[in-house]
């Protein structure tokens, strides 16, 4: 909604009498709502520099003038000097100076009116390309790791080719360059980059070409931003690098190309490898290989040690000692277990018996304790008296077997023979024949014998 001046406002009951410093601040702030931000194309004149930095100037057309003011902050931006005459386009707020009262432009940007053609023109073209797809990441190339060769496309005489070949001799000397003479401005640029461009594809004598100028304005900037050299670059089969101008310079060709740098040393930084990188990594897969191999043969001898203790294992005697201690663990296994399974059986006891107790009547438990201890007497009287029943009647049986027995007999001097041969005992001379050997059992030890001589009794 628009503000109204007080002096406008229908609820104002009465005129209202303004001081002038009210009425100038009123209407710059009036101005400053309603003209935050122009654009305003003009020709300087009456410009003035003061000692302070601010620069002050007329912009005029045909028919009327504004006064202008731009600040020292807002002037170091400027990237050329304005002088009288000159047309330009200003980014300004309109304002009000209010000591004096005079209306002005307090300007932000300054550039040429040219300059705005271009610019214009630059947008146009960027939004056609853009639109037929010539921008999209799917038609960029790759860049090869290790170009075999480098094409530059610049003008052989200018700074940018000299910071381009210091650059890639720093980083990999070893890569040789092609340099593709152009004019980089003027009026046969654009057709020197396209034609530079289709020789170094029909030649392929290169694997990336660096497409590079130095700084300048847009008007010097221009030849890049020309569609001739966009499609030139689009269509190049061989991937394309942009270093045009400063960083803050941008062309239409940085955005067609398959890689922009924001300047020509960065376009050679992203075109060769850093050789020392590479020398370092050349260094650590060389350690790498070391390693592994150290560490294969340290795997073989592990796995040599294992089978030459396996080959140990399967000896009869590490197999028997093994089954051996199977054994003593299967008994230590068996002995915990009966352990466990007693002491599982006492807890269980211990419970029913706890929980019997609480049904066992006393008394009776303690007649039958004394029932139990007089049969208790009585049985080990029974037993023993028995057992001396037993005692007895072993030693007349022992008595009686030993007089009969064998033993008894060696004893008293006589001793029993028996042929080795069949182990026979010889009860008569005629079971003997020269020659046997025999074997003679006394009451203490025996002895072997050969038979010489036999005599019927």
């Known amino acids: 909604m628009e503000a109204t001046p007080t002096f406008f406002r229908a609820s104002a009951p009465e005129a209202v009498i303004y001081t002038v410093s009210r009425l100038n601040r009123e209407a710059r702030e009036l101005l400053n709502e309603h003209f935050f931000k122009i654009r305003v194309e003009g020709e300087i004149s009456n410009l003035s520099t003061p000692a302070s930095g601010h620069i002050y100037f007329s912009l005029k057309d045909a028919d009327a003038q504004v006064r202008c003011a731009m600040f020292r902050s807002q002037r170091r931006r400027l990237t050329f000097t304005p002088k009288n005459g000159d047309r330009v386009i200003v980014d300004a707020q309109v304002s009000l100076f209010e000591p004096r009262g005079d209306y002005q432009l307090i300007v932000a940007k300054i550039q040429n009116a040219g300059a705005g053609e271009l610019r214009r023109a630059f947008e146009a073209l960027k939004a056609k390309l853009a639109a037929e797809g010539l921008f999209e990441a799917q038609a960029k190339q790759p860049l090869p790791r290790l170009p075999a060769t480098i094409g530059v496309i610049s003008s052989p005489s200018g700074a940018a080719v000299r910071d381009i070949l210091t650059v890639l001799k720093r980083r990999f000397p070893a890569v040789p360059v092609i340099i593709y003479g152009i004019a980089v401005q003027g009026s046969t640029a654009k057709q020197e980059i396209v034609r530079a461009l289709q020789i170094a594809n029909r030649r392929r004598e290169c694997d990336v070409i660096i497409l590079a100028r130095g700084g300048g304005s847009l008007e010097d900037l221009w030849p890049f931003n020309e569609e001739t050299v966009a499609r030139a670059i689009y269509a190049s089969e061989l991937p394309v690098i942009t270093g045009i101008g400063h960083e803050i310079d941008f062309t239409i060709a940085d955005f067609v190309a398959d890689m922009r740098a924001a300047t020509p040393s960065a376009a050679a930084e992203s075109a060769t490898p850093d050789y020392r990188e590479w020398l370092r990594k050349f260094q650590h897969h060389e350690a790498r290989i070391t390693q592994l191999q150290q560490k294969q043969l340290h795997h073989k001898r592990q796995l040599l040690d294992w089978l030459t203790k396996r080959l140990l294992l399967q000896h009869p005697s590490r197999q028997l000692t093994n089954k051996s201690q199977r054994l003593d663990d299967i008994e230590l296994r068996l002995n915990q277990a009966l352990q466990r399974k007693l002491s599982q059986c006492s807890h269980r006891l211990a419970g029913q018996s706890a929980q019997l107790w609480q049904f ?65 005992l010889v009860r008569s001379s005629a079971q003997l024949h020269p020659g046997d050997i025999v074997t003679t059992r006394l009451a203490k030890g025996r002895f072997t014998s050969q038979v010489q001589e036999i005599e019927d009794v």
């Open 360 to 424: 066992s009547p006393a008394e009776r438990i303690r007649a039958c304790q004394t029932h139990r201890d007089n049969l208790g007497r009585r049985l080990c009287t029974a037993i023993q008296h028995n057992l001396e029943k037993r005692q007895q009647r072993l030693a007349r049986s022992s008595q009686t077997l030993h007089a009969i027995s064998p033993l008894a007999t060696l004893d008293r001097g006589y001793a029993l023979v028996t042929r080795q041969a069949d182990r026979k």
